[in-house]
């Protein structure tokens, strides 16, 4: 029996690392998030977790996966799967990339630093958000691998100029122009908690501050969260306690057009992509306006609550662009999985911002690792379950349905 007891009881070697302990606990982004609820502020997470009004639109760009379908071959040589693609001319290790989000630092003091690293180092294209909370240059600083920037234009039209001026010299391969923000949306979870940027530490926060004493004193002990890329303008760089809404309704160009693209072209001299494309119609109008790349998007349900799923709306797109144009999908992405059915059905890869929030939030620049390992050994598992060696054989292998 001491022989037998003694083949079965293993004692796992301790790991003095409390992050990584956390970590090896986190089964999928479900986990992930449930972490990170648990160490951030209520006010912070649920700036980075929320949705407007209902937030149907955020369940139901994660639901809709579950209705794609891939047909598996069997008995075919998948020992050696090849994971790359290239969007916009870029290299891409695997097919996704990382989305832009605004104020990252509220998650921690390193904010867009610790994810664009990580990012470079595996190979994952990273976007900076003109929301961002560290600048252009600092970014492109601590990063040798993919960049690409996101622009809201603003009204102040010399101001866009600068930034795009900025990315290019800064080394960004392309400029991601969100459309879906003519106004903004209602996200009724920071309405409730009166929510600013950067949070307020006052008497309404204290008491959650104090249960999360580690943010607080990461938070206070660092210098003033601003939009970097407008630092010092203090019309514009949110270095007061600002509601996201009312800045976002003062500032960006309600008038943007289709008109628009060829001035921001001409300024950039960079490959554009559209981020919030929702109807075909508009997918067919970026090809006639030979734009480079759209990414199917509804800004992970942060917008109009009711906008389509990108995954559900990407087979029409598909059917109506072919490959004149290179289509990405972004929101509801939350595994592996989800990133190769995405592609059996014809993008050429997708986004999201969301899984690596969760793990910024849950154990810093760790957390954003865990979430690449995670996706990476999840897309490879698929295709090779499904009989797939590249993402090109994957064409024509799903289908949807309940």
Known sequence: MLKTLRSVVRLRKFDWNSRRRRLARCGDINDLRRLAKRHLPGGVFDYFDGAAETEWSMDNNSDSFEHVHLNPRVLVDVSHIDTSTTVMGQPMAYPYAFSPTGFTRIATSAGELAVARVAAQRGVPYTLSTLGTRSIEEVAAVSNGPLWYQLYVWKDRGLSRELVQRAKAAGYKAIMVTVDTAVFGRRQRDVRRGFTLPPKIGPETFIDGMRHPRWTLDFLTHEPITFSAVSGRGDVDGSTAITLSDYVNSQFDASLSWRDLDWVRSESGLPIMLKGIQSVNDAQRAVAEGVEAIALSNHGGRQY???????????????????????????????????????????????????????IGAAGEMGVDWVVDYFNAGITRTMALVGATDLASLRGTARIGK
Do not use: N
Request: proline share 7%; hydrophobic share 45%; aromatic share 6%.
């Open 305 to 359: 609550d009711g906008s389509p799923a990108p995954i559900a709306l990407l087979p029409a797109v598909m059917d109506a662009v072919g490959d004149g144009i290179e289509v990405l999908v972004d929101g509801g992405v939350r595994r592996g999985s989800d990133v190769v059915k995405a592609c059996a059905l014809g993008a050429r890869a997708v986004m999201f911002g969301r899984p690596y929030l969760y793990g």
